[in-house]
């Protein structure tokens, strides 16, 4: 009927074409403070997984796949796309995987995430057609200190960028084809974890030439524009050598690592951009770039110029068709990386992260402290071949975690950007924090049940009234208190577990006694990953 509609609009009313054709496309809203990927006109949680990197090379091999993944369950499968199956040749494109996936993604109830894997993966230039690898003139390489070029398309060729943009808008055009009014298609990631490996910087000549001439104004320019508000640590770097208005690059960024990073940050940032704004020019999705993490000072064992914290705004003065910088978190201290992304109006996004035990409790914490628009493990096909030694989640603990998230994602969304939610992970180190949601202080703590073991504690909590919340996840205990001290004391009313049933509040136990220590404790001891709600009063 919907479509009937937009088409008996369109031949009405013609002038409207491309407005129309964008009515309920995926795109990103602000709610309160957070944003959210809205679609067809919802916002829609991203309870995601990423396939292994040549799965979706071939439909026979994924396809008996799809049914598995959506039982985990996930809404949304993180699939890669590469450049030399799309244009094999010059010019002549093939969608067949494009098609096919789709439409196996739709058969089993799935959206997708697509991943360009183009100019870079990794790094490397693995994923460019054979005309491009082997075209070394026209498409020149990275070189680096001992003079020799390697595997690396390098971010100053222009060619090498029009002809990624050029495959990447004929990529989107023809999604918007297939996808534009069935929304499958949810977002696309663009190239995968760039920058240079094995040197700080590309030395080719264009690359040398560059970096002894002037910073590029649009750089000077947004540096003062937005001196007040840069990432810190880039912001350092500048003030550190001078805060200078304009100069090369080593007059104004110093002659330490970071002036190489920031230089290649501008190049890739500049190369992405321009690739990013041609594919949306063609169907304008949530388009993000993910960024295999490290950091200064860095030992370049990580590629220099990916879209780390510290160089975001180097990214962002290059262009502004990336709507989301997004971190592949591998790392013990996921808290730390989620803090670090998700600042200077970046939302959160993580679309490569372990799963199993781990993803379990991290999904927890980057929705619930961060709003996140999405999570997502890799390899969460690896269920294929049980040998392959990537995360294998035998016991499918994220799904235990997805499943219940799923059914709190209209109540999560309800009450994101408005510091109504709270998300923890809690271990024998990180036993206790103290979140404030309404005028309470909650001290959430690691229940005495799970302190006998190593199990971790995690959960949710939102604010769902002046006096209620709702809860999610295990192994921990919330009492409450009140922001201003004095005589009244918070009591606990009562404690519900319960479930939203197609969306509405089933209570189930009414839990006091031993499950809430006589009324003091509001306590999430299953061993499951539960929903609770509690009621809590004053008294003096
Ligand atoms: C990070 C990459 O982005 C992925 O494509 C994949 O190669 C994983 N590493 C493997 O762990």
């Known amino acids: 009927m919907r479509r009937i509609l937009i088409v008996l609009t369109l031949l009405c009313f013609p002038h409207l074409s491309a407005q129309a054709q964008h009515i309920g496309i995926p795109h990103l809203e602000k709610h309160g403070t957070a944003t959210q990927l809205v679609?067809?006109?919802?916002?829609?949680?991203?309870l995601g997984g990423e396939i292994n990197n040549s799965s979706s090379s071939n439909l026979?091999?994924?396809?008996?796949?799809?049914?598995?993944?959506?039982?985990?369950?996930?809404?949304?499968?993180?699939?890669?796309?590469?450049?030399?199956?799309?244009?094999?040749?010059?010019?002549?494109?093939?969608?067949?995987?494009?098609?096919?996936?789709?439409?196996?993604?739709?058969?089993?109830?799935?959206?997708l995430v697509f991943l360009l894997l183009a100019s870079w993966k990794n790094g490397m230039s693995s994923y460019v057609p054979l005309w491009v690898k082997k075209d070394t003139q026209r498409f020149p390489r990275v070189i680096l200190k001992d003079g020799n070029p390697i595997e690396v398309l390098s971010p100053l060729g222009r060619e090498s960028m029009a002809a990624d943009a050029h495959a990447f808008a004929a990529l989107m055009r023809h999604i918007r084809e297939v996808d534009?009014?069935?929304?499958?298609?949810?977002?696309?990631?663009?190239?995968?974890?760039?920058?240079?490996?094995?040197?700080?910087?590309?030395?080719?000549?264009?690359?040398?030439?560059?970096?002894d001439a002037p910073v590029p104004k649009e750089l000077m320019t947004y540096l003062w524009q937005h001196h007040d508000t840069l990432i810190p640590e880039f912001r350092k770097v500048w003030e550190t050598a001078g805060a200078k208005p304009t100069g090369t690059w080593q007059e104004v960024f110093g002659h330490g690592v970071e002036v190489d990073e920031i230089f290649m940050a501008?190049?890739?940032?500049?190369?992405?951009?321009?690739?990013?704004?041609?594919?949306?020019?063609?169907?304008?999705?949530?388009?993000?770039?993910?960024?295999?993490?490290?950091?200064?000072?860095?030992?370049?064992?990580?590629?220099?110029?990916?879209?780390?914290?510290?160089?975001?705004?180097?990214?962002?003065a290059a262009g502004t068709a990336i709507d989301v910088f997004s971190p592949d978190i591998y790392e013990t201290d996921f808290a730390n990386w989620c803090d670090r992304y998700n600042r200077s109006g970046n939302p959160l996004f993580i679309p490569e992260a372990l799963g199993g035990l781990t993803g379990e409790?991290?999904?927890?914490?980057?929705?619930?402290?961060?709003?996140?628009?999405?999570?997502?493990?890799?390899?969460?096909?690896s269920f294929i071949d049980q040998e392959r030694p990537i995360e294998i989640d035998a016991a499918n603990d994220l799904g235990k975690s997805y499943a219940v998230l799923q059914s709190l994602a209209p109540v999560i969304l309800e009450h994101e950007g408005r510091g109504e939610m709270a998300g923890f992970v809690l271990d024998k180190d990180h036993p206790q924090t103290s979140v404030e949601l309404n005028g309470y202080l909650l001290d959430v703590k690691l229940d005495h049940v799970f302190e006998t073991n190593s199990q971790h504690a995690f959960g949710l909590i939102i604010a769902t009234g002046p006096d209620e919340f709702l809860g999610a996840g295990t192994g921990f205990s919330v009492s409450f208190r009140l922001k201003s001290a004095g005589r009244t004391q918070v009591g606990l009313g009562y404690v519900d577990e319960g479930a939203f049933v197609g969306g509405a509040w089933v209570p189930g136990r009414r839990l006091n006694g031993d499950e809430d220590d006589q009324g003091r404790a509001w306590r999430f001891i299953e061993k499951r990953i539960h929903v609770e709600k509690a009621v809590v009063y004053r008294y003096e």
């Open 180 to 211: 534009g009014d069935a929304h499958t298609v949810l977002m696309m990631q663009v190239e995968n974890e760039v920058g240079v490996l094995g040197d700080s910087r590309d030395r080719s000549p264009a690359a040398n030439k560059a970096f």
């Open 266 to 316: 501008w190049n890739y940032g500049r190369y992405i951009q321009s690739v990013t704004a041609a594919g949306k020019a063609e169907y304008p999705i949530p388009m993000y770039v993910n960024t295999w993490l490290g950091g200064w000072p860095h030992p370049h064992a990580f590629p220099s110029g990916a879209p780390l914290p510290e160089v975001m705004d180097v990214w962002r």
């Open 361 to 381: 409790a991290n999904v927890f914490y980057a929705i619930g402290a961060h709003e996140a628009i999405g999570f997502s493990p890799f390899g969460v096909d």
């Open 60 to 111: 026979d091999y994924i396809r008996p796949a799809w049914g598995r993944l959506a039982a985990i369950p996930l809404n949304t499968v993180l699939t890669p796309l590469s450049w030399e199956l799309i244009e094999p040749r010059e010019g002549q494109f093939d969608f067949t995987l494009v098609d096919g996936l789709i439409q196996d993604a739709r058969r089993n109830n799935l959206h």
């Open 39 to 46: 679609v067809d006109g919802k916002p829609f949680l991203i």
